[in-house]
């Protein structure tokens, strides 16, 4: 009888020593296995990304950089922060454009009115857009951290202010 009694806590002992282990497992796959997947721009094969790309911070709004699915992305943070590289380039536009330490980023006015802030630069080809979830000034703090990564591509033309086209 105590033989039995013994078998049955050993066997409890082991199911939950497996099931520990298949929970560290999930979770470390979580933590450093898993990818953001992030929808490439329809231009993203052009070379001057990978050098966008290959100059992105590690960190963005102080969220760490994460492994991505995608060509010429990246993420931060979950995903809260996105960049996609080889979008359209905007044509000249009355939404709010603002330069930051000489780079110029569009403000996509529509979309910001969902909670997500999307900032694309102006003037240069390729064009970057960064996608940042939240209300608040975190698109410029954020066109801020990755200006480095798109000072690289040349820039054809400028913001202009109301007072420049009169």
Known sequence: MRFR????????IA?????????????????????VSVEPGPFA???RCADV???APETV???QRDKVTGDAVAAWGDGSVTLRCGVTVPRPTTNLCVT???VDWVLDEKRAQDGVQVLTTYGRD????????????KG????????????????????????DTL
């Open 15 to 35: 199911g939950v020593c497996v099931a520990a282990g298949i929970a560290a497992a999930v979770t470390s796959y979580f933590l450093f296995f898993s990818k």
């Open 5 to 12: 009694s013994w078998s049955k806590r050993a066997r409890l």
């Open 100 to 102: 930051v330490n000489g």
């Open 45 to 47: 094969d052009n070379p």
């Open 53 to 55: 790309i290959s100059r």
């Open 61 to 63: 709004l102080h969220r």
């Open 126 to 137: 390729p064009a970057v857009e960064v996608t940042v979830d939240g209300d608040g000034p």
């Open 140 to 163: 410029g703090d954020a066109a801020v951290d990755l200006n480095r990564a798109v000072r690289g591509i040349p820039q054809k033309s400028k913001c202009l202010a109301l007072g």
